[in-house]
């Protein structure tokens, strides 16, 4: 090849759009994403397996209103942001308290977001109401708190960190003895995004 042909291929490339040239780097990134999230959702199964964690059951009648702290569940999403990002968002769940009901949970959360030009994170402090005791097939739930947002050089960026209203919506369905599908939408910073997730989560109450 002369390499005036070279020099003339540099050129054309110069020349492509900006979201064309980097188009190849954000499919890597994303299939990169995919495959981690794959991963995360999925160590549920495998750590319940090897450790033989068994989620605490619903209380009995004389247990109501007692306030309950501990490791009471864990769970391993992934999902998708709609605001325009068009990121893989990755986010683990923890259970760390039921406030005078298992039905009443305080859930914190974090959720990492990959495949855009940033990678963004979102720390939750949530309480989440289910609609109806764990060992129904499937339970619905709704959740409120805020969150801490940052991301990749925050300093140079406006308004980072700052603080997000958050809501969630979703159902839990029965997969195993001991775990749940979990499907769920999340409105984020006042509903100003938009999230959806799928996931594995421990069950109680089998």
Same mark, same amino acid.
């Given at each position: 090849m002369r390499p005036d042909e070279d020099l003339s291929r540099g050129r054309d490339a110069s020349r492509q759009p900006a979201h064309r040239r980097g188009a190849p780097r954000l499919r890597q990134a994303l299939g990169r994403a995919l495959l981690l999230g794959f991963a995360v959702a999925s160590a549920p199964?495998?750590?319940?397996?090897?450790?033989?964690? @068994? $989620? &605490?059951?619903? /209380? &009995?009648?004389?247990?109501? =209103?007692?306030l309950r702290v501990g490791l009471l569940g864990f769970g391993s999403r992934i999902g998708a942001d709609f605001e325009g990002r068009n990121q893989v968002i990755v986010s683990p769940t923890i259970e760390l308290a039921d406030l005078f009901? $298992? /039905? @009443? *949970?305080?859930? &914190?959360?974090?959720? @990492? =977001?990959?495949g855009d030009t940033v990678t963004t994170y979102v720390i939750n402090a949530e309480l989440m109401y289910r609609f109806t005791a764990d060992r129904e097939m499937? !339970? &619905? #739930? @709704? =959740?409120? =708190?805020?969150?801490? #947002?940052? /991301?990749? *050089?925050?300093? /140079?960026? %406006?308004?980072? %960190?700052? !603080?997000w209203a958050q809501f969630a919506l979703g159902f839990e369905l029965k997969f195993r003895e001991h775990i749940n599908w979990l499907l769920e939408y999340r409105g984020e910073d006042g509903l100003r995004r938009h999230r959806f997730f799928i996931g594995l989560t421990t069950r109680r109450g089998s």
């Open positions: 199964l495998h750590r319940l397996r090897a450790q033989e964690f @068994v $989620p &605490p059951q619903d /209380q &009995p009648a004389g247990g109501q =209103g007692r009901s $298992p /039905q @009443v *949970r305080l859930r &914190p959360s974090a959720e @990492v =977001g990959l499937a !339970v &619905p #739930y @709704v =959740g409120f =708190g805020g969150a801490l #947002y940052s /991301q990749q *050089r925050c300093n /140079q960026a %406006p308004n980072c %960190p700052r !603080v």
